[in-house]
């Protein structure tokens, strides 16, 4: 369950770096400013933390759109270090609004079922665990209907596999990279809700998360989404169960270790492609 979440905050990254090239380690700073506005309205109304995933998703898509048509698209086609830098600053600015708005205070929403469990025989499945991935794995499946089973979808997928060939058919590079990128922050609205839940957060907590999210997408193979969904599940599976049958001390040290080992044995990650290097002399 927690491998299905984490593949939902990481295939909004995967997208924008296959389709642009774009490392958005700002990613980890939309699910933090997301979940702060989730646990905000939960508190002043009461309506269901991850049920809000439905207006901070589509909010999260248009601040992404916004965002890339004003301050990205100037650093789209330079070196992957640009972008990075860039994000970076977008990420500490959220960091820095969120700690003079909300101060620098852990939070977390708790919903009447938050410490409550689903018993299958001697399975004990918590409630929040089980909303949480549920809706992570909707969104996720809407993302794959998206991207192969509509037009928009096709030319996001031929604009990653192919940007020359693409344009030469007419479709708009500026138009998709736009597109792609408020579809990767919009994964981040309905992740920053779920994240409200499962986990406490406070501004600077997205450190924590971009760091994670990077983890995967290497793991899995830079810019392949089968590779992020993979690499999330067997992510989320060595953590939880370091945790629970060791220690929960040791799952943070457990799930970049799975990463390290991998990358000794497969450089470019479990599906990335090896790129041919000439070295002119």
């Avoid at 248009?62 to 830098?85: E, F």
């Avoid at 995967?216 to 049958?245: D, P």
């Avoid at 470019?268 to 000439?278: A, S």
Wanted: net charge positive.
């Amino acid at each position: 369950m927690i491998g299905g979440v984490y593949a939902l905050m990481a295939a909004g990254l995967t997208l924008m770096f296959g389709i642009m090239g774009i490392v958005n380690v700002a990613q980890g700073a939309f699910l933090v400013l997301i979940a702060m506005l989730t646990w905000k309205a939960w508190q002043l109304t009461g309506i269901d933390p991850i049920l809000l995933a439905l207006a901070t998703t589509p909010l999260m898509f248009g601040i992404g759109w916004v965002l890339y048509r004003l301050v990205i698209v100037r650093v789209r086609g330079t070196s992957p270090a640009m972008s990075m830098l860039l994000t970076f600053g977008i990420a500490l600015t959220i960091e820095g609004l969120l700690n003079i708005t909300a101060g620098n205070y852990f939070r977390s929403a708790t919903p009447s079922y938050f410490a409550e469990s689903f018993h299958i025989g001697s399975v004990v499945l918590p409630k929040a665990q089980v909303y949480g991935c549920l809706a992570a794995l909707i969104v996720l499946g809407l993302l794959y209907l998206v991207l192969n089973r509509t037009w928009t979808g096709r030319a996001i997928r031929a604009t990653a596999q192919n940007p020359s060939g693409a344009a030469l058919v007419g479709i708009g590079a500026t138009s998709v990279a736009s597109l792609s990128f408020a579809i990767g922050a919009a994964t981040a609205g309905t992740g920053g809700s779920i994240l409200s839940v499962l986990y406490p957060f406070f501004p600077a907590s997205h450190y924590e998360w971009i760091a994670r999210l990077l983890g995967i997408i290497v793991l899995g193979g830079m810019g392949s989404l089968r590779g992020a969904w993979v690499g999330a599940i067997i992510l989320g599976l060595a953590e939880t169960i370091t945790a629970t049958y060791g220690s929960p001390r040791w799952a943070t040290l457990v799930f970049y270790a799975v990463i390290l080992l991998v990358l000794l044995v497969r450089p470019h990650g479990l599906f990335g492609t090896r790129l041919r290097e000439d070295v002119a002399t």
